[in-house]
């Protein structure tokens, strides 16, 4: 599978599907969340995958890839805050 899972900053807010091609795509909202949640479990993301997780690193957040899409306010193209 693709997806990796769910990542957010430890500084900040923001929730992203990350996905192991080098993307990652902002969660934009807790509907939108849940709903890319059941679409992962049907296509058998693991329960850590469906859980929420804290990068505190921003050279890992970096290594994660690009976000592809909208991005939040006050964020660069890697999701970190600068």
Do not use: H
Request: aromatic share 12%; hydrophobic share 40%; charged share 15%.
């Amino acid at each position: 599978m693709i997806f990796d899972g769910f990542w957010q900053r430890d500084n900040g807010p923001a929730v992203f599907a990350i996905y192991k091609n080098g993307t990652k795509i902002w969660i934009q909202n807790d509907g939108d969340l849940n709903a890319y949640k059941n679409l992962m479990a049907l296509n058998g993301a693991t329960a850590e995958q469906q859980s929420v997780r804290v990068q505190p690193d921003p050279c890992m957040f970096t290594a994660f890839g690009v976000i592809i899409g909208p991005r939040p306010p006050g964020v660069d193209e890697y999701g970190n805050i600068p």
